[in-house]
């Protein structure tokens, strides 16, 4: 079936440091891919969405590319902040038809020290 | 404007009683969904309304869930006879439509006792 592997964390890094969190994942047809953010205390937000292969989605200086030969979709920054201290979750769907669910990895820690 | 709302924040209940959550989706929105996130999990899909019907609610874990969305806005998730292991965030989503960008809500903690 359909499914998100997501690396696990926790990732800890110092500030100004480059991030890469890795995502793959497995489906049938043509999902869109997502990344959602979870701010302490927060809601899930939006981060950046691809909907097609190659698509590359980018916000707040985040960045992933829709890769369909790797069945990639992995979030890197090139600077982190204390700021992005979240926990990530890496998502696909939806993917045409009837049914909408978005599918999620198991999200991974970020923690960014000063 | 105003985004996904969801209420109550928390709920603390008794093992066996009966609850309801309830979801105000993002005004305009057609679609709306129901999503639940254990402890150190991702979400997990519950059940999808497009306008006033399920169209989806193949999450759904037991006949002890239930959600409606009469008038094809608030949705309410009813959950009969709780279960210690019901115990954990539950996210509800709205888009404007089918394939559309889903937002999140803050969620209801709720923990059985």
């Known amino acids: 079936g359909n499914s998100v592997t997501q690396m696990e964390g926790p990732v800890t890094l110092s500030e100004e440091a480059f991030l890469t969190i890795n995502c793959t994942y497995t489906?049938?047809?043509?999902?869109?891919l997502f990344w959602y953010v979870q701010y302490p205390g927060e809601g899930l937000q939006l981060l950046l969405k691809?909907?097609?292969?190659?698509d590359k989605g980018s916000n707040k200086g985040f960045e992933a590319t829709y890769r369909k030969e790797t069945t990639s979709f992995h979030l890197e920054k090139g600077s982190v902040q204390v700021s992005d201290s979240a926990v990530y979750f890496c998502a696909l769907g939806p993917y045409g038809g009837a049914t909408n669910k978005l599918i999620f990895g198991t999200g991974t820690l970020l923690a960014v020290q000063p | 404007g105003a985004g996904v709302s969801q209420t109550p924040s928390n709920k603390v209940t008794e093992k066996g009683k009966y609850v309801e959550l309830r979801c105000d989706p993002i005004?305009?929105?057609?679609?709306l969904y129901w999503y639940r996130q254990s402890l150190g999990q991702g979400p997990e899909f519950l059940i999808y309304f497009q306008g006033t019907g399920a169209a989806d609610d193949s999450g759904l874990p037991n006949d002890r869930f239930f959600a409606v969305r009469p008038e094809g806005s608030v949705s309410t998730l009813k959950i009969q006879r709780t279960e210690r292991g019901d115990s954990a965030v539950y996210l509800c989503?709205?888009?404007?439509?089918?394939?559309?960008?889903?937002?999140f809500g803050p969620g209801t903690r709720l923990l059985v006792l």
């Open positions: 691809a909907t097609k292969a190659d």
């Open positions: 489906a049938t047809g043509y999902p869109s």
């Open positions: 005004s305009g929105h057609t679609a």
């Open positions: 989503a709205s888009s404007f439509g089918n394939q559309e960008t889903q937002y």
